[in-house]
Structure formats: structure tokens, C-alpha cells
């Protein structure tokens, strides 16, 4: 696959607290990777002008939002974010099909009427930081793969275009909801790097080879000596 369309499929942190530090973080990502990612830091930080600035600059944006609240709530927010322009963001998967439709929905009608292209709406099923031990002390007693893959099952039946899922989960995403169902994939940690404060890590190479759509990238890029060289060398693992 050539590295420009692999380059599209990988997605970068802007874990920062200010504005200022990820505009110039992702002006000098820009080219090498093929969306920007804002997280909760920055949107509490900063708000929704934080996605509408990177959005007019040029950048794709998915913001990690996570929204998790009643089906109206959510609905609103989604027109909210909707508006700013941005291509992608996330609900969470556990707040039930009505919640994930009515987020869905919302963005749609809200993208034609503002003449905008739909973003993305994926369901975060079971976040990368936790593992089978923590699920049991959430009361979750069913194997890891399978609390993901029925999450998966119910954000298609409620119309979303994907989920977020750690590599680890690929395949049974894959059998439960087909080719077709967006994997964005996080706790991405290139060859030799740490986990940091995740659990279920993959490299990008593995990821890819699995079957994800999108990898999410933080750390490991901007927080690099040389963040686009550390983008570029992504890349080319992806491509291998």
C-alpha cells in the first residue's frame, strides 16, 4: 500500500493543555499523518474552539470527547461539535443504543444543514487502560473480547460508523460486525517504546496487519525529539 494512504490512516494525539501548544504541534504534523486527535485535556482546556482553529487550518480533526449522557444531551452536544467541522468523534459505546442513535442522527441533520460532510461517529467500547481484572471490579464478568465485540454489535445496530477498540480486539470486532465497521485503534506503541499507562498494546505494524482502520498516536510522536521524523517512521512500520 503506498505510504500516502497509509499516512491517512494514522491519527495524532494533541494531548496538550493549551491551544497554542497543539497548533504548533500539528502544523508540524501537518502532511505526515492524516488526522489530529483532541483529546479531553484540551477540550475542557480550550472547548470547542479548540477543534473549529485546528478545523480551519486545515487539519482533520477527531475529537476523543466520549460522550456518555442521555440520548438529548448527547444529541445536542453532537450538533455542537457537528458545526465546528471536525471528521470524526466518539460516544461511549456503554450508554446504550438510543444514546449512540440520537448522537448519530443529530450529526447528520446537523451536517446538512450547515452544507458539511458528515463526521464519523464511533463507540468507544472498553478503554485500552483497563484489562480483565479491572472489568471484574466493574461487575463485568465476561471475557475482555466478548463485552467488546457485543458493544460493537449494539453502536452498528445503532447506526454508528464504527468503534474504538485496542488492537487486541480487532478480529472479534471483525467477526461480529464484518469488514465494512470502522476499527479506530488506540494504545498504538511503535517498536521498542513503552506502554505508559496503557494495558493492551500493539505496534503499528501488528495493528495494521490485524486489520485496523485507524491508529491513534500520542506520546510516542509528540513527545519525540523530532515529532515529524517519529510520524515518518510510523508510517513506514504501517507500510511494512
Known amino acids: ?37 483532541v483529546g479531553l485535556e484540551l477540550l475542557h482546556a480550550e472547548g470547542p474552539e479548540a477543534v473549529r482553529r485546528l478545523t480551519v487550518a486545515g487539519h482533520r480533526v477527531f475529537c476523543d470527547c466520549k460522550l456518555h449522557d442521555i440520548p438529548n444531551t448527547v444529541a445536542g452536544a453532537a450538533r455542537a461539535l457537528t458545526a465546528t467541522g471536525l471528521a470524526m468523534f466518539n460516544v461511549h459505546a456503554g450508554g446504550g443504543a438510543a444514546m449512540m442513535r440520537a448522537a448519530k442522527e443529530a450529526a447528520d441533520e446537523a451536517a446538512r444543514a450547515a452544507g458539511l460532510a458528515p463526521p464519523l461517529v464511533v463507540g468507544v467500547t472498553v478503554l485500552t487502560s483497563l484489562d480483565q481484572d479491572d472489568l471484574g471490579a ?32 480487532i478480529a472479534c470486532v471483525r467477526q461480529a460486525c464484518g469488514r465494512d465497521f470502522r476499527i479506530v485503534t488506540p494504545g498504538i506503541r511503535p517498536s521498542g517504546a513503552g506502554a505508559d499507562d496503557q494495558k493492551r498494546t500493539m505496534t503499528p505494524r501488528e495493528a495494521i496487519a490485524g486489520g485496523a482502520d485507524y491508529l491513534v498516536v500520542g506520546r510516542p510522536i509528540t513527545r519525540a525529539a523530532d515529532p515529524p521524523a517519529a510520524a515518518d517512521a510510523i508510517v513506514r512500520e504501517m507500510a511494512s
Open 1 to 37: 500500500m503506498p505510504q500516502g494512504a497509509v499516512r491517512d490512516r494514522l491519527i495524532a494525539a494533541l494531548d496538550f493543555a493549551t491551544l497554542a501548544e497543539a497548533e504548533a504541534m500539528a502544523l508540524r504534523l501537518k502532511g505526515r499523518v492524516g488526522m489530529v486527535k
Open 138 to 169: 466493574l461487575g463485568v464478568g465476561r471475557p475482555l473480547d466478548e463485552q467488546v465485540a457485543d458493544l460493537a454489535r449494539l453502536a452498528q445496530q445503532a447506526g454508528l460508523d464504527g468503534v474504538v477498540a485496542s488492537a487486541h480486539e
